[in-house]
């Protein structure tokens, strides 16, 4: 899939359009003061609003790292659903519409402490998610959690 921009500044409309989504959340959080709750319902909301596809996968995610790490808490980053430890995006799923891909991927950040040796996986495309896909997904998402 080629990469088309239309400006010079070398981002896609869609990238554009991420980056301006990453400063509303932005300054909503600072409306809500540290309000779990409410970024927990925006990225509710954020999955609810993803074409089928992507919300069926989102919503296993969003179970996954529920029963998984629940002390994770649950937010939009960069207008995705994300989940966060102390504020710090650990994972995240980004729908293939959102930079209309040809698959999702499920991705962890740094603050995720996955390393394993000198080379491991950060991310994994994502198409759908069967029982298998589920337990290595969980176990990932368990083990982000666990580091401190």
């Not at 409306?31 to 919503?59: N, S, T, V």
């Not at 529920?66 to 995240?92: E, N």
Request: with cysteine; glycine share 8%; hydrophobic share 45%.
């Amino acid at each position: 899939m080629a990469r088309t921009t239309n400006s010079s500044d070398g981002f896609t409309p869609e990238e554009r359009a991420a980056m301006k989504e990453h400063a509303a959340e932005l300054r909503a959080a600072k409306r809500r003061d540290g309000k779990k709750e409410l970024e927990a319902q925006a990225c509710l909301d954020k999955i609810a609003e993803l074409p089928d596809a992507d919300r069926a996968i989102a919503e296993k995610i969003h179970a996954l790292v529920a029963a998984h790490a629940p002390g994770l808490s649950a937010k939009t980053w960069y207008g995705m659903p994300a989940y966060a430890r102390d504020g710090q995006v650990i994972c995240f799923f980004q729908p293939a519409s959102k930079f209309k891909a040809r698959y999702g991927t499920f991705g962890f950040n740094d603050g995720a402490l996955l390393d394993d040796g000198n080379v491991w996986a950060t991310s994994f495309a994502v198409t759908e998610l069967t029982e298998a896909d589920e337990a290595f997904l969980g176990a990932l998402i368990g083990r982000a959690a666990a580091q401190a």
